[in-house]
């Protein structure tokens, strides 16, 4: 609850600040602190009451993993503002405003996380997305970024009429929108609802054959904007998907496992075979987004306590790998892999936490991407042989990833300055103190829960 309201309080704030302050810093500096408060109330309500009782309490109601994926996503997003604050200033004139629509985010994404009712489910949804579509066509000066944001906006607005038909065919079926109350006997309109229901949040996590959206989307927004949609909002979304269908639709598991399957490996497939072929950084990680999120599907495949750990794990590890890799992306001139070029010897320090952000998204041992990805698979597998072809086609595609991440590596590290020896690697701009240090606390994160992965699951039990 205390996310929820503060959000929406601090959004407000922000807006009045656009007002009243002009110096650009200040404002960066003021959603800094607003997002240190929102992560220390979370933090509260881990282990005492809410500051808060909402009259809709009883469409709410948090719980210890949503609190968790909360907690999560406020240290990305205090994270995100050290690191992309400098670029989000030169993105438009409004940077209060653009502040003020992450606050409303996060409020979205308190409800997305603690909802019982689907009505609340589909307003956590839409106050996530909305705020997005702006955010995607804020550089007004692009076309590539206007063309996103209305891509977006109606690719969006498909995805949530076909949200709310599924949830009027289920309030049709069982006569309640109370997610606890829908393990009925199943009728064809429920059924039709659930599928419904699960092609609209497919969308909203870019998972094949739903993904049409992602790469020309996150080619398009701002990049700073970008890594705020690829990771933090991505993370919401998925805990909104694990927690509709493992808290109302148990009793459909075994039936539509076979319909999971088909998506985790379409996605999986999808993603990793055309990040091949990509030779763009930027749409290399929105194509590997989307092979995440295949990996990310095994907590729907599998709904055990496996599959609950994986998420936080994959959740912590995805964020934190891929806002660094986007922060260092967004500092490089260049945004294909040439770009890239001999970074190690002009910047050691940015190849250095990249190669550690990157052998994490790949799942290489001693990494959080690896227990992560072995959390999800070992989840999967607990549920029986049947589907041991989905494994199998798991480890085959986290191979194929290895290919296009250590391109990426092979180009920092053994190929000439600029692609031609004498030239040099340039940044768009110099990078800060505060930039670096930030950037070496994630890598070294990355390696640490990579060893005690324990260090974050206690949350969840203790």
Known sequence: MNLVVLAGILGVVMMFTGLLVKQLRVVSGIAAAGLCVLFISNLWELYHAPFFTLPESSML?????????NQ??????????????RHIQVVGKHVADYYALIFFVYAGIGISTSYTNLL?????IEIMSIPLYILTGSDKRNLKSNEAALKYFLMGSFSTG??????????????????????????????????????SMSFKVSAAPFHFWTPDVYDGAPTAFTAFMATIVKVAAFAAFIHL?????????????????????CTLLVGNITAVFQQSVKRMLAYSSIAQAGFMMFALFAFNDASREGIVLYGAAYCLATLGLFAVLIKMEDYTF???NGLAKSQPLLAGVSTVFLLSLAGIP?????????????????????????FVLAMLCAAISVYYYFRVIQAMYFKPLGG?????????????????YTLLVMALLVILLGLQPQLLLQFLYF
């Open 338 to 340: 040439d770009g890239f």
């Open 61 to 69: 109601a948090t719980t210890r993993f949503g609190l968790l994926i």
């Open 120 to 124: 609340m489910l589909f307003l956590g």
């Open 366 to 390: 001693l990494t959080l991407g690896f227990f992560s990805k072995y959390y999800m698979v070992s989840a999967a597998l607990s549920t029986g042989g049947k589907y041991l072809w989905l």
């Open 245 to 265: 269908f493992e808290g109302s639709f148990e009793m459909l598991n075994r039936k539509w496992q076979l319909l999971i399957a088909i998506i985790i490996a």
């Open 72 to 85: 999560i996503l406020l240290l990305a997003g205090i994270l995100y503002v050290v690191l992309f604050g």
């Open 162 to 199: 076909i949200m709310l038909m599924g949830i009027a065919l289920i309030y049709g079926a069982t006569g309640s929108f109370n997610v606890a109350s829908m393990n009925t006997q199943l009728s064809f309109n429920l059924i039709v609802g659930i599928l419904l229901l699960l092609i």
């Open 420 to 436: 031609v020896p004498g030239t040099s690697t340039s940044l768009t701009t110099s990078t800060t103190r505060a930039f670096n």
